[in-house]
């Protein structure tokens, strides 16, 4: 499907629910931090940086991409920086007509510059609410804890998380290495976000096989699966996930350059959707992967040969999928469902 400005996708309301904020920079943006800061990145323009950036596919493994955090975190040590990514990151969305995001990353990434946890859950905050006001897109945070690091750590990462939702953080996470690191290991964590009211969501079944997905749901109770690329291989888990509805969020760029797919096209999204599983297409990286949602949603419809009808199902899920109240969620779709009548009668 060409990009043209009568483009449905474009035209559409959108909702990104999988978008790391620390691997959705503008490029410029980095160059400009590192160059104020004094910070080497070995790159001083952006095809330089670029290439740094891009995942290695030969091979591809989730362990090489995301290398690539370590340069875009190093320029998210200050206040300031983090509030304008944010903000920025906000702007983009809109830019496309994505008018709902939840934007994640790990705080204790951000905490090398001595600001702390709560402190970097603020800035992103500032940033976003900046964002939110500029644009009227809406945009929640999502805390991450990462698999390989510290079991505490991520206890408190999920007390921050719960003492902080009056700033817009909406759920917790489990990112970061898969293979060889286990969900259950996190399973205080979560019993503390979910006890604090948050929302749920854990990457699994991208870098490794489905029990994986099997420990996110039935150890850590997740609301929705992030990438759960492997799920297709056991038949039953995915009629437990499809008869319950729980949204599969769904990154295809980023999945063939981690080796969790072989390409778009023979991408298992095709199947997810044939059987009616909740799929939501979600951009994983802006930057790190080099796409946008619209990118990643074309990607799929002509993979899928999805009609308009399909399309629009496909974005509304986004909204339906939403770590939001029940009134906001009614709003959203109310506000997708007018703009898929007003395109269809104009169509
Ligand atoms: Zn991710």
């Given at each position: 499907m060409a990009s043209h400005p009568h483009d449905p996708i474009l035209r559409l309301p959108k909702a990104d629910l999988h978008l790391h904020l620390d691997g959705s920079l503008r490029a410029d943006t980095v160059l400009q931090i590192a160059a104020s800061e004094g910070i080497d990145l070995a790159s001083r323009d952006e095809a330089s940086l670029r290439t740094i950036l891009s995942p290695p596919l030969d091979p591809p493994s989730l362990e090489r991409y995301l290398k690539a955090f370590d340069v875009t975190c190093a320029v998210m040590q200050t206040r300031h920086a983090i509030r304008r990514i944010a903000r920025e990151l906000v702007e983009d969305c809109a830019a496309e007509n994505i008018t709902y995001l939840e934007a994640r990353f790990c705080p204790s990434l951000l905490t090398?510059?001595?600001?702390s946890v709560a402190e970097v859950i603020e800035a992103v905050a500032e940033g976003l609410e900046e964002g939110e006001r500029a644009t009227g897109t809406m945009a929640r945070q999502i805390i991450c804890a990462l698999r390989h690091r510290d079991l505490h750590e991520g206890v408190e990462l999920a007390e921050a998380a719960v003492a902080l939702?009056?700033?817009?953080?909406v759920a917790f996470d489990l990112a970061g290495?898969?293979?060889?690191?286990?969900?259950?290991?996190?399973e205080e964590a979560f019993r503390v976000a979910r006890r604090g009211g948050l929302w749920t969501t854990v990457h699994a079944g991208e870098a490794d096989g489905p029990d994986s997905i099997y420990e996110a749901l039935h150890t850590l109770g997740a609301d929705r699966i992030g990438h759960g690329t492997t799920l297709v291989n056991d038949p039953a888990l995915m009629a437990w996930m499809i008869d319950r509805q729980l949204p599969i969020e769904v990154c295809p760029t980023s999945n063939v350059q981690t080796g969790a797919a072989p390409s778009i096209e023979r991408h298992p999204v095709r199947s997810l959707l044939e059987r009616g599983a909740t799929v939501v297409v979600c951009?994983?990286?802006?930057l790190v992967s080099d796409v946008t949602l619209s990118h990643e949603l074309r990607a799929v419809a002509s993979a899928a040969q999805l009609g308009l009808d399909e399309i629009g199902l496909l974005l509304r899920r986004g909204f339906s999928s939403a770590f939001v109240s029940l009134d906001e969620r009614r709003r959203l779709l109310a506000d997708f469902d007018a703009a898929f009548a007003s395109l269809r009668a104009g169509s």
């Amino acid at each position: 499907m060409a990009s043209h400005p009568h483009d449905p996708i474009l035209r559409l309301p959108k909702a990104d629910l999988h978008l790391h904020l620390d691997g959705s920079l503008r490029a410029d943006t980095v160059l400009q931090i590192a160059a104020s800061e004094g910070i080497d990145l070995a790159s001083r323009d952006e095809a330089s940086l670029r290439t740094i950036l891009s995942p290695p596919l030969d091979p591809p493994s989730l362990e090489r991409y995301l290398k690539a955090f370590d340069v875009t975190c190093a320029v998210m040590q200050t206040r300031h920086a983090i509030r304008r990514i944010a903000r920025e990151l906000v702007e983009d969305c809109a830019a496309e007509n994505i008018t709902y995001l939840e934007a994640r990353f790990c705080p204790s990434l951000l905490t090398l510059g001595g600001l702390s946890v709560a402190e970097v859950i603020e800035a992103v905050a500032e940033g976003l609410e900046e964002g939110e006001r500029a644009t009227g897109t809406m945009a929640r945070q999502i805390i991450c804890a990462l698999r390989h690091r510290d079991l505490h750590e991520g206890v408190e990462l999920a007390e921050a998380a719960v003492a902080l939702r009056s700033r817009g953080v909406v759920a917790f996470d489990l990112a970061g290495p898969e293979a060889g690191f286990a969900a259950a290991w996190h399973e205080e964590a979560f019993r503390v976000a979910r006890r604090g009211g948050l929302w749920t969501t854990v990457h699994a079944g991208e870098a490794d096989g489905p029990d994986s997905i099997y420990e996110a749901l039935h150890t850590l109770g997740a609301d929705r699966i992030g990438h759960g690329t492997t799920l297709v291989n056991d038949p039953a888990l995915m009629a437990w996930m499809i008869d319950r509805q729980l949204p599969i969020e769904v990154c295809p760029t980023s999945n063939v350059q981690t080796g969790a797919a072989p390409s778009i096209e023979r991408h298992p999204v095709r199947s997810l959707l044939e059987r009616g599983a909740t799929v939501v297409v979600c951009t994983d990286n802006r930057l790190v992967s080099d796409v946008t949602l619209s990118h990643e949603l074309r990607a799929v419809a002509s993979a899928a040969q999805l009609g308009l009808d399909e399309i629009g199902l496909l974005l509304r899920r986004g909204f339906s999928s939403a770590f939001v109240s029940l009134d906001e969620r009614r709003r959203l779709l109310a506000d997708f469902d007018a703009a898929f009548a007003s395109l269809r009668a104009g169509s």
